[in-house]
């Protein structure tokens, strides 16, 4: 599965390096930092990370077959996406909170609730948005024991088991 990394936000130097931020970077605090070797892809293009450096905030890799600052700017802007088969295997209740994307949401019966379109962390736990399927609403659902259940990392499924009361302001 091809899974959302980051956005490059700019260049580095006159080499072809390109720095690399993520939009928030609590919703991908679990994804690890890339290595030399790793395939990314960008613009339906794959690249091979030859280097990593941190710099403040964000990271800046140099690209295989990205030499000059001319061919790095035009990646400004650009989605960097991985094959989340390169990364480290997680137990089946532990999650990469980008792969959460896409997953449904079924009830205790197996009917469809709804499907996760975006997760966000707090302090205290990360929160799912979900997409009704009942009337194409979007809710936040904490995603703690209390609301869910079960996991299926093949079927992509997670059961709520405890449906929370919205208001109807």
Do not use: C, R
């Not at 070797?37 to 077959?65: E, G, S, Y």
Request: zero cysteines.
């Amino acid at each position: 599965m091809i899974i959302f990394y980051g956005k490059i936000t700019g260049i580095h130097g006159l080499k072809g390096e390109v720095e690399v931020a993520f939009l928030d970077k609590d919703y991908f605090a679990s994804l690890p930092v890339l290595n030399k070797d790793i395939p990314i892809i960008i613009n339906n293009q794959t690249f091979t990370i030859l280097n990593v450096k941190k710099k403040n905030k964000a990271f800046v890799l140099a690209l295989k077959d990205i030499d000059d600052i001319e061919q790095a700017k035009a990646f400004i802007g650009s989605d960097i996406f991985i094959d989340s088969s390169l990364l480290p295997q997680l137990d089946d209740d532990t999650f990469y909170e980008a792969e959460l994307i896409g997953y449904e949401i079924i009830d205790l019966d197996n009917n469809l609730y709804g499907k996760i379109v975006d997760v966000y962390s707090l302090p205290s736990n990360y929160v799912l948005e979900i997409k009704l399927a009942e009337n194409d609403e979007i809710v936040s659902i904490p995603f703690v024991h209390a609301y869910f259940g079960k996991s299926d990392k093949i079927k992509k499924t997670i059961q709520i088991i405890q449906k929370p009361i919205f208001d109807d302001d």
